[in-house]
Structure formats: structure tokens, C-alpha cells
């Protein structure tokens, strides 16, 4: 059974904090992504990579920079959180050069 | 930019009714159009997704109807019931850069009534 994992369901920080998520998966997928859903907006791609130590950006990468230093783990990394970065972040991953893929369940992150 | 277009963002259907959702694009490279499914506290799931190359597919309950000249497609839920209530996505995606890229539409929150 295929998985992708976030290491928080929810997380409140301060504004100005540094803010890391986490994702694993479990299925050798060479392609990971950050999206954050908000609504009305539906999903928009922050961070993409295609390899390890490759990152690209999405189409919202401002306020946000990525780490993949394995193959099954793909953080995501708010230098400073600001209040209009509250939101759902989500994770996928895919094996083929396809954005379409498996997501994990999310992390609904709030900041203060 | 919004490149596809959603709609309705909200939607009631009697159990054993017909949810039907709308999606319209501008992009013409735009080259294979996936269904999401989302149900609360869980990940986007692909649900169904189609070719520009056909007109319709058909998985179970659920059917796309795609109009290339239009640019519009849609999902159809036949005999909805309650477990279908979620949110779905409409998505389209095209090659750039050397990467597939997917365009997400903003969401359609389904709720099936007894």
C-alpha cells in the first residue's frame, strides 16, 4: 500500500518562526511536491523536485525554500512565517515525470 | 491566472441523483485532464481522468465528458450517495520546461443528502 507521510496533521507557530515540514515516502518515487490548498484557490505548487538535491520552483515559491537530501524525504521550509502562509500544505509524490501522483493527508498550519 | 475554471463551488444532491461538475480551460497544450477526490482530513485522490482524444470515460459511477472544441469537460456522479461526499478537483496538465506541470481548478464540496 503506497504512502506518503507529513510529520504534522496541525501545527500553530508565531509569526517570524521558522517553520520546517516534513515528508516521506515509501514508494521510490523520484518526483516529490509541496502544494498548499486554500479555498477557493484550489492547489497551487510551491516546490517541486525530480531528484535528490534538485528542487524547482512552483508557482508560488515566495517565503518558502525546499531541502531533499534522500530520495523519500522532501521538507519544506518556511524561513519566517507570516500570517498569509496559514494554510493546508500538501505533500505528493509520483514515479513518472507527472505532477499527478499520491498525496499525503496534509498539514493544516496556522501562524499567529 | 486562473487557467481552469471550476464550477459549482458547492453542491447538494439527493441520494440516488446525478452530481454533475463543470470545468472549463483556455490552455490549448493542456494534454490530459485528471479528477480529484478529497475526502476531510485526507489527501487529494485521483479519481478518473481523461485524454483530449476521446469524448467520454467511464469508470463505474463515474463518467467524463470532455468537449475539445468547447474546452470544457465535466465529471458525472450516476446513483450518488452519501460516501461520495468529498471535495473534487478538476485538473489539467501540459509539458513546460520539460516537466509535466498540473493546473488545479479552486474545487467543487459535494454533499450527498440521505
Known amino acids: 500500500d503506497v504512502k506518503v507521510t507529513q510529520s504534522s496533521r496541525y501545527l500553530v507557530k508565531r509569526t517570524g518562526e521558522k517553520v520546517f515540514l516534513e515528508c516521506v515516502q515509501d514508494?521510490?518515487?523520484?518526483?516529490m511536491f509541496w502544494y498548499r490548498q486554500d479555498p477557493g484557490l484550489g492547489l497551487r505548487l510551491i516546490y517541486f523536485s525530480y531528484d535528490v538535491k534538485m528542487k524547482e520552483k512552483g508557482d508560488i515559491p515566495e517565503g518558502y525554500s525546499v531541502s531533499r537530501e534522500k530520495k523519500e524525504r522532501f521538507s519544506l521550509i518556511l524561513e519566517s512565517a507570516s500570517t498569509n502562509q496559514t494554510s493546508m500544505y500538501l505533500c505528493?509524490?509520483?514515479?513518472?515525470?507527472?505532477?499527478?501522483?499520491?498525496f499525503g493527508p496534509g498539514t493544516r498550519l496556522t501562524v499567529l | 491566472q486562473q487557467q481552469v475554471k471550476q464550477s459549482p463551488q458547492s453542491l447538494i444532491v439527493q441520494k440516488g441523483g446525478i452530481s454533475i461538475i463543470n470545468c472549463a480551460y483556455e490552455?490549448?497544450?493542456?494534454?490530459?485532464f485528471p479528477w480529484y477526490q478529497q475526502f476531510p482530513g485526507k489527501g487529494p485522490a485521483l479519481l478518473i481522468a481523461i485524454r483530449p482524444d476521446v469524448s467520454e470515460k467511464k469508470e463505474g459511477r463515474f463518467t467524463i465528458s470532455f468537449n475539445k472544441s468547447a474546452k470544457q469537460f465535466s465529471l458525472h456522479i450516476m446513483d450518488s450517495q452519501p460516501g461520495d461526499s468529498a471535495t473534487y478537483f478538476c485538473?489539467?496538465?501540459?509539458?513546460?520546461?520539460?516537466?509535466?506541470?498540473?493546473?488545479f481548478g479552486t474545487g467543487t464540496k459535494l454533499q450527498v443528502i440521505p
Open positions: 505528493a509524490s509520483s514515479g513518472s515525470r507527472a505532477s499527478t501522483g499520491f
Open positions: 514508494m521510490d518515487h523520484e518526483n
Open positions: 490552455n490549448t497544450a493542456f494534454d490530459y
Open positions: 485538473a489539467a496538465t501540459h509539458y513546460s520546461g520539460g516537466y509535466q506541470k498540473v493546473t
